[in-house]
C-alpha cells in the first residue's frame, strides 16, 4: 500500500493525470462546441443563444485561463515527451496521437484567432452569421479547413479517452453508447455548420460586421473607419507569430532530442537477449525502448507506463549495477510478487551491459509488428465461475447417429447458453458436451452469485422439460452435472487468431471443475461451494452440505448438494435478512 501511494505521489505520475485532466478539459470545450454547432439545424438564433451561454462559462476570466493554461500544459507535456522518447519505433496508435496532437495547433489557428481576437481588438461581434458566412460563402476552402480539423481534434480526444478507459470494468457495457455519442456528436455538429450556410447562402448580400455596444463610445466611433484589410492584415500577423512560436518549438525540441542522442552516441549500452538477439542502444534508453530500437519483439499493453507487467524481463547478468526500482516500477513488481531479479522493462534504464529474458513470450507471428499490443492484460477479480457437462454422454452417443447425437447437444448447448445469458452472466466456452460460464466481472459480486445459481436452476429445469419433449423420439434422458465456485481469478483476452476472447484462469475455474466432476460422481444436479451460497445470501434451509478434497488444494472445500428439485428454491429465491 505504501508504494502504491508513493507510485500516485510521484512526479512522472503526476504528470500523466495533468497531461489527461488538461486533455479532458479541451475534450469538453471541443464537445460543447460542436453541440452548439448541432444547435443550428434548429436555427441560427437558437445557436447564438446557446453560444451566449457557452461563452459566459468559456469567456469569463476562470473558464479563458482553465481553456488556455490547459491547452498550454497539454502541448507542452507533449513536446516535452517527444523530447524525453529515446526511439521513433512505437505502436502505430501511439504515432496517431502524437502526429494528430502535433497538427491540430496548425489548423485551429487560423480559425481560433479571428474567433476570439475579433471582439476584443475591433470590436466586431463574432456570432454565428458572421462565422459561417465568412467560411461558408466567403472562403469555402478555409470552411473545408476548419471542418477537418474539427474532425482532426474529435478523433484524437476520442482515442485518447478509449485508450483511458478500455481497460475499466465498466467500459464493455458502455462502449455501445459512447461510440454512439462519437459518432453522432460531429456529424450533427457538421450537419447544422452546412444547413447554416445553405441559409445564409441563399440570402442576398451581407451584413456589415456587428460592433460590441459594450464598447466606449469613442471606440465604436473609431471603428467603423477600420478597413476590413486593416483588420485581416492584423489578424494575420498575429497568426503568422503563433505559427511561427509552435513550428519553432517543435523544430527546437526535436533538435534538442537530436543533439541529446549525439551525446549519448559514443556510450552504447548492450543488451543481450536469452533468445540470441544482440542490441547496442544509447544509454539512458529503456530496456523497452532498447528492444524497440534494436527491433526486439518486446510486449507493453500499457504502452510503457508501468501500469502492467507485461514488459517484465529477468535480469541474467550485468557489468554494473542496476538503478533500483522508482515508485510505479516497485509498485507494479510488489503487486505481482516479482522474485529480486526481475524488473519492468518500460522502467529499467540501464547504464552497464546487460543479459536479459523476456518473461512473456514475444509476438512470433511475422505479420504483426514489432511493440504491437495484440492481447489485452489479466487483470484479477473476484468472480463465479459455474462448470456444467452431461452425465455419460459419451454412452449415449455410441449409439446414436452423428446427426442425432450434433442435434442433441444443439438442443443442450441452447438452454445452457438462454439461461446463462438471461441470468446475466457470460457463456465462456463448449467444451465437448461441457460448457463453462462467468458470472460478475464487471458487476456486483453478491449479485453474480444469485445469478450464477439462478441460471444453474434454470439449466436443471429446462434440462427437464428438454427431456420430455425428446422421449418419445429418442428413448433418452440427459443428465446435468453443474459445478459452481467463486473467488479470484485472472481474466483477460486469452487465446489466438479468431478463437482468442474473454475468459478466466486461476483456482476459481479449477474449483469450479472439480465441483462439476463431484456432482457427477455423487449423481447430484448442483454442487455448489459454501463461499458462493454465503455470499449470494440465498435461504440453504436443509441443504446437505460435505467437504470436497481439491487437488493442489491443502484444505477441503466445504460444498452445498443440490438435487434437481431443491435447486428450483434459487429462482427468485428469497434473501436472508
Known amino acids: 500500500m505504501k508504494r502504491a ?25 471541443v464537445t460543447m462546441h460542436l453541440i452548439n454547432h448541432a444547435v443550428l439545424l434548429v436555427s441560427l438564433d437558437s445557436a447564438d443563444r446557446v453560444l451566449r451561454a457557452f461563452a459566459a462559462l468559456w469567456r469569463s476570466p476562470p473558464g479563458t485561463i482553465l481553456l488556455y493554461g490547459s491547452l498550454v500544459t497539454h502541448l507542452v507535456l507533449v513536446l516535452r515527451s517527444i523530447y524525453l522518447r529515446r526511439t521513433w519505433r512505437m505502436p502505430a496508435r501511439e504515432a496517431v496521437q502524437i502526429g494528430l496532437g502535433l497538427l491540430i495547433p496548425f489548423l485551429i ?3 481560433v484567432v479571428p474567433a476570439r481576437l475579433s471582439q476584443p481588438l475591433y470590436g466586431i461581434i463574432v456570432d454565428y452569421r458572421s462565422v459561417v458566412h465568412s467560411l461558408w460563402v ?31 470494468s465498466w467500459y464493455r457495457g458502455a462502449f455501445p453508447y459512447l461510440l454512439t455519442a462519437a459518432i453522432l456528436v460531429p456529424v450533427l455538429g457538421l450537419l447544422g455548420f452546412a444547413e447554416a450556410g445553405r441559409t445564409l447562402a441563399d440570402l442576398p448580400g451581407s451584413a456589415p460586421p456587428l460592433l460590441d455596444p459594450a464598447l466606449p463610445r469613442g471606440l465604436r466611433e473609431a471603428a467603423p473607419a477600420v478597413e476590413p484589410a486593416i483588420v485581416a492584415a492584423g489578424l494575420n500577423r498575429i497568426k503568422l507569430a503563433l505559427y511561427l512560436v509552435f513550428a519553432g518549438a517543435v523544430a527546437l525540441v526535436l533538435v534538442l532530442r537530436r543533439l541529446r542522442m549525439l551525446a549519448e552516441r559514443p556510450s552504447l549500452v548492450t543488451v543481450s537477449y536469452s533468445s540470441g538477439a544482440l542490441v547496442r542502444m544509447p544509454r539512458g534508453l529503456s530496456l523497452l525502448e532498447g528492444s524497440r530500437y534494436g527491433n526486439v519483439p518486446h510486449y507493453s499493453v500499457c504502452g510503457g507506463k508501468g501500469r502492467c507487467s507485461t514488459c517484465r524481463v529477468r535480469i541474467l547478468a550485468s557489468d554494473g549495477p542496476l538503478p533500483p526500482p522508482g515508485p510505479i516500477e516497485a509498485a507494479t513488481l510488489a503487486r505481482i510478487h516479482a522474485d529480486p531479479d526481475v524488473r519492468l522493462g518500460c522502467q529499467l534504464h540501464p547504464a552497464a551491459n546487460l543479459s536479459v529474458a523476456l518473461l512473456t513470450a514475444p509476438n512470433t507471428d511475422p505479420g504483426l509488428p514489432v511493440a504491437a499490443e495484440p492481447v489485452r492484460p489479466g487483470r484479477e477479480e473476484e468472480i463465479v465461475v459455474l462448470f456444467c457437462d452431461l452425465r455419460n454422454f459419451t454412452v449415449l452417443s455410441e449409439a446414436r447417429l452423428p446427426y442425432d447425437v450434433v442435434f442433441l447437444l444443439n438442443r443442450y448447448f441452447a438452454v445452457v447458453g438462454q439461461a446463462v445469458e438471461k441470468a446475466g452472466g457470460r457463456l465462456d466456452k463448449f467444451i465437448g458436451d461441457g460448457a463453462m460460464a462467468l458470472f460478475g466481472p ?44 467463486t473467488g479470484p481469478s485472472v481474466v483477460g483476452v486469452m487465446g489466438y487468431g479468431a478463437t482468442k476472447g474473454l475468459t478466466a484462469i486461476g483456482d476459481t475455474v479449477n474449483v469450479a471443475s472439480r465441483l462439476e466432476t463431484t456432482a457427477k460422481e455423487r449423481d447430484i444436479a448442483i454442487v455448489v461451494s459454501e ?15 460435505c467437504e470436497v478434497a481439491i487437488r493442489g488444494r491443502s484444505a477441503p472445500v466445504r460444498v452445498y448438494l443440490v438435487s434437481e428439485a431443491e435447486s428450483q428454491r434459487f429462482i427468485a429465491a428469497p434473501q436472508k435478512a
Open 138 to 168: 466567403v472562403n469555402p476552402l478555409s470552411g473545408v479547413r476548419q471542418s477537418i480539423a474539427l474532425l482532426v481534434i474529435w478523433a484524437h480526444g476520442c482515442v485518447g479517452v478509449y485508450f483511458w478507459l478500455r481497460y475499466r
Open 109 to 111: 489557428i487560423e480559425h
Open 5 to 29: 501511494i508513493v507510485a500516485l505521489l510521484s512526479p512522472e505520475r503526476s504528470l500523466q493525470k495533468l497531461r489527461l485532466s488538461s486533455g479532458l478539459v479541451m475534450l469538453t470545450f
Open 442 to 485: 464487471t458487476g456486483n459480486r453478491n449479485d453474480a452469485c444469485r445469478q450464477a445459481l439462478s441460471a444453474a436452476a434454470a439449466i436443471v429445469r429446462d434440462m427437464a422439460q428438454l427431456n420430455e419433449e425428446l422421449a418419445p423420439t429418442f428413448a433418452t434422458r440427459l443428465k446435468i452435472a453443474i459445478g459452481i465456485h
Open 531 to 545: 463461499p458462493t451460497i454465503r455470499r449470494s445470501g440465498l435461504q440453504v434451509g436443509e441443504l446437505e452440505s
